[in-house]
């Protein structure tokens, strides 16, 4: 398998459909619309010696070709590995009636980017009563320990 020579950029939105052709670089994951939605990693880059990409699967296996104008292809989005929340304050839109907390999300590929993550009122009080619970566990715990 090829490594990856750049972290590719997370997308929003992303879906298997007809839309602008993607040029992935070396190293970067493809979704073929030509072969059903199959992914690949970008192991050869069209040329004047290659008239297609060449894409093999991400574990390994066969290779395949694709046309090199880009518009089978469609990028991949990464995955997300977990969400932290920032040391910010949250804030409540009253007109909106809605919570907001700042939280970091963390890409498998070690990159982040920083959003909202948005609760209404309902979800509030539910995170309110599981994080009370959680800290009368831990000072239980710490009680128990000494």
């Known amino acids: 398998m090829a490594e990856r020579t750049a972290k590719q950029l997370p997308i929003h939105n992303a879906g298997v459909s007809a839309g602008a052709p ?3 670089r070396l190293g970067d994951l493809a979704l073929d619309l030509a072969k059903g939605g199959r992914i690949g990693v970008a192991v050869a880059l069209p ?3 290659s008239a297609s990409y060449q894409l093999r699967p991400p574990g390994g ?3 395949w070709r694709a046309k090199s ?3 089978t292809l469609r990028p991949v989005p990464v995955p997300v590995a977990y969400v932290t929340p920032m040391r910010r304050d949250a804030i409540y839109d009253h007109r909106a009636q809605q919570a907001g907390l700042p939280v970091t999300v963390h ?3 070690g990159g982040t980017c920083e959003t909202v993550l948005v609760l209404t009122p309902a979800q509030v009080e539910l995170y ?3 994080f009370t619970r959680l800290i009368t566990a831990r000072e239980s715990a710490r009680e128990q320990a000494r």
Do not use: M
């Open 61 to 63: 296996g066969e290779d």
């Open 22 to 24: 993607f040029h992935p």
């Open 69 to 71: 104008d880009g518009t």
């Open 107 to 109: 890409y498998e590929d």
């Open 47 to 49: 040329s004047d010696t």
């Open 128 to 130: 309110l009563i599981q």
